[in-house]
């Protein structure tokens, strides 16, 4: 009997097809179901490869084997008496309805939920674009060696910040926020409430030699079903882990149901680096830098440089080295100036290589702002913003910008949006409760740093701003007390240094302030700037002795471009009624307010209220009442207009106006109120206006003395608290 004959006889056809039937609907399950409940990808391919392996095995036992009425018997032993063989023919014809009956089940069932029920199936939900915001979880390491761990989170943070620069991603959670979630028992229903995002990215790295093998997932948040699940396994070197990370980039935007723009895709397309020992020095490079500390950001520098070493081309890397320095300065004392052109070579570098950088513009935009040219350094951020939407870094470092150019709404709405990347990242905290510290919402900044501090305890930044918070309301306790705890944390930040010399005195605690002076011009003998100027200023109030700080500072006045010194300078002249020598040293930072053009737009913030009434006061030493009285006038129609002007700053300007008119029954009657009705402190720390208190009126005297009570009254609340740090 021919072969294809003996072939049908035995069903052989039947079976076979009938197989690849079945496997067919098998492998269609199972994809939905082991895709749905999270199964590794492992074992959709060994169940492929045991039904692939199953075929040959069913060939040769329906080639063997015959089903007759009585059961399975061996092709040998059966009866030919055409009966059986009808049966069983017709048994396998029942079993391909069975089996066609299923497939025309399976794609009904297909398209009636397709049609009825578009929300309730993957399918539909991959059809209908998602919400644009993301979250990558942090990649689970399953390697032998600890040492894998900074690979396997750079990876990590570099496929994160690719979907960052996608411009059609409206928000992606920054690598900060996301290590609060590593090894987390939540679902992913809860981290996503917690994030706001409507996909979640997971994945799992195992380094093994010269391989490595990633496993990635993409979870619609809404539903728990997985979008789509990949595999990759490689050789370990710098173009196939950057062609990983386009591809994981690409299928996730087409996942999402996204476009990629032509940017987006040029975006893509860059190749950071050729050099796996580069990558590696950059990755240790970021860890380092976010600790925020001194010896931090000196190895963030070391790494950065070596990675330059390694790979000149590496444009990331000099955008690092870059953010390092102006980082230094910062939080390492280091001077700015001294960093201005090393940063603006390597970011002139960076944009060479990478004309499409969001990160270098974000650095230049901050040098620029550094060097005072706020304009530019305003369209640099728009710039970098617009190349890289969702990095958290250039949003809050606007928001400073912003902030200094008096556009408060607008600065909290970057830091806002920053805050939505990077909602837990302590340097975010910290300038969203400077942000609100601006507008005045002193309740929000109390939350804001309540939950931060106890997050971030070792923050130093956390602390400067409760420091100005407490300041701001009067209470001069409560700020020493956080800034004992920053400068104890930050100990080379010389401004914050210099301010807790000054609390001390506010606070009356004279002998712990000038100890605190003579430290500081131990540690460091030649910094100008304002707080240190101003306590020492303080110092000579209290003996009225001025000569020696006065001859110190007219030394270098002249050659410091730096406002702190003739500032300083000018209220010590007007401690020791020096009119015109006052008047001298105010016209170098504050001399329009001499000229007829001066307006009410001139007393915005109380910066510039105070230079107001110190240009008034050195006008009514020297007897020109008129020109006086004009200042005056507009420092008190500000304070009383503006909704800007927080309490303090209010009243004790408006208390400073009647003052400087010498209406001591106004000014008395205005203190008194104001330390009735809160538990603030005025401070008069401009006694060097009024310094021989001997000579003033009573009436105005007994005002001082409530407030010197005030005062005692929060010095003894500083030394109970004093001992008990806010971190261990």
Same mark, same amino acid.
């Given at each position: 009997m021919p072969i294809a004959q003996e072939l049908k006889r035995r069903n052989v056809f039947k079976v076979g097809i009938a197989y690849l039937v079945v496997s067919w609907i098998v492998l269609q399950v199972a994809d939905v179901i082991l895709g749905n409940i999270g199964a590794p990808p492992w074992l959709f391919k060994t169940l492929l490869m045991v039904i692939a392996l199953g075929f040959p095995v069913a060939l040769v036992m329906a080639w063997v084997f015959e089903l007759t009425p009585d059961g399975l018997k061996r092709d040998s032993d059966v009866v030919r008496d055409g009966r059986g063989a009808s049966q069983a023919t017709a048994m396998l014809s029942l079993a391909a309805t069975i089996v066609l009956a299923a497939i025309l089940g399976y794609f009904g069932f297909q398209k009636w939920i397709d049609v009825d029920e578009p929300a309730s199936d993957a399918a539909a939900s991959i059809a209908a674009p998602l919400e644009k915001t993301i979250a990558v979880l942090p990649f689970t390491s399953r390697s032998a060696s600890a040492d894998d761990g900074f690979f396997v989170d750079g990876m990590h943070d570099d496929i994160l910040n690719s979907l960052a620069r996608i411009s059609t991603l409206e928000k992606v959670i920054s690598g900060t926020t996301m290590q609060a979630y590593r090894n987390t028992a939540m679902s992913v229903a809860d981290i996503a409430a917690e994030l706001g995002v409507a996909a979640i990215l997971e994945g799992g790295l195992q380094r093994a030699g010269d391989t490595v093998r990633i496993n990635m997932r993409l979870i619609d948040t809404a539903t728990e079903r997985s979008l789509w699940v990949q595999t990759f396994e490689r050789k370990v070197t710098v173009e196939n882990l950057f062609a990983i990370q386009k591809e994981i980039t690409r299928d996730v935007v087409t996942s999402l149901n996204l476009a990629l723009s032509d940017q987006d895709q040029q975006q893509l397309d860059v190749v950071q680096t050729d050099s796996l020992g580069a990558y590696e020095q950059y990755v240790l490079a970021r860890a380092r830098m976010a600790l925020r500390t001194e010896s931090g950001l000196a190895q963030a520098k070391a790494h950065f440089e070596r990675a330059i070493e390694l790979d000149e081309e590496y444009a990331l890397a000099y955008v690092g080295l870059a953010d390092a320095l102006r980082l230094q300065s910062l939080y390492a004392g280091i001077d700015p100036q001294s960093t201005f052109a090393a940063r603006q070579t390597a970011i002139d570098r960076a944009l060479t290589l990478n004309p499409l950088s969001?990160? !270098? #513009? =974000? *650095? $230049?935009?901050? /040098?620029?702002?550094? &060097?005072?040219? /706020?304009? =530019?350094?305003? *369209?640099?951020?728009?710039? !970098? %913003?617009? $190349?890289?939407? @969702? #990095?958290?870094?250039?949003?809050h470092w606007y928001s400073s910008l912003l902030g200094m150019l008096g556009r408060e709404q607008e600065m909290l709405v970057? %830091?806002?949006? !920053?805050?939505? %990347?990077?909602?837990? +990242?302590?340097? %975010? &905290?910290?300038?969203?409760?400077?942000? /609100?510290?601006? $507008?005045?919402? #002193?309740?929000?900044?109390?939350?804001i740093l309540t939950r931060a501090i106890a997050q971030y305890p070792a923050f130093a930044g956390l602390h400067e701003v409760s420091f100005y918070l407490w300041w701001s309301r009067g209470r001069p306790d409560l700020a020493l007390y956080s800034l004992d705890t920053a400068t104890r944390l930050a100990p080379r930040n010389m401004e914050m240094r210099g301010f807790q010399c000054v609390l001390n005195f506010q606070l009356m605690r004279t002998d712990a302030a000038r100890r605190c002076i003579s430290v500081f011009r131990e540690n460091f003998p030649d910094h100008l700037g304002f707080a240190i100027l101003f306590a020492e200023l303080l110092d000579a109030l209290s003996e009225q002795q001025f000569n020696a700080l006065t001859g110190r500072l007219e030394s270098v006045v002249d050659e410091q471009d730096n406002e702190a010194v003739p500032r300083a300078l000018s209220l010590a002249y007007l401690g020791a009624d020096k009119a015109e020598a006052a008047e001298a040293a105010l016209r170098r930072y504050a001399g329009h307010y001499f000229t007829p053009q001066v307006s009410l737009q001139d007393f915005e913030n109380p910066t510039e209220i105070r230079d107001g009434l110190d240009v008034a006061r050195a006008l009514q030493l020297q007897g020109k009442q008129e020109q006086a009285e004009r200042l005056l006038q507009l420092a008190e129609t500000a304070l009383t207009d503006s909704q800007r002007i927080v309490p303090v700053d209010r009243e004790t300007n408006l208390i400073r106006v009647h003052l400087i008119r010498g209406d001591w029954e106004q +000014?008395?009657?205005? $203190?008194? @109120?104001? /330390?009735?009705e809160s538990d603030a402190s005025y401070f008069f720390d401009d006694r060097t206006h009024f310094g021989t208190f001997d000579a003033l009126p009573p009436v105005w005297l007994d005002a001082v003395a409530l407030l010197n009570e005030r005062v005692a009254e929060q010095r003894t609340h500083y030394e109970s608290i004093k001992d008990s740090p806010l971190i261990p």
């Open positions: 969001g990160e !270098a #513009y =974000t *650095s $230049l935009a901050a /040098l620029f702002e550094d &060097q005072g040219d /706020l304009e =530019t350094a305003k *369209s640099y951020f728009e710039r !970098a %913003i617009e $190349l890289s939407p @969702n #990095y958290s870094t250039a949003r970057q %830091i806002r949006k !920053a805050s939505d %990347i990077e909602p837990d +990242a302590a340097i %975010i &905290q910290m300038n969203e409760a400077a942000a /609100l510290m601006q $507008l005045g919402r #002193y309740d929000e900044v109390q939350q +000014a008395a009657a205005r $203190l008194t @109120n104001a /330390l009735a």
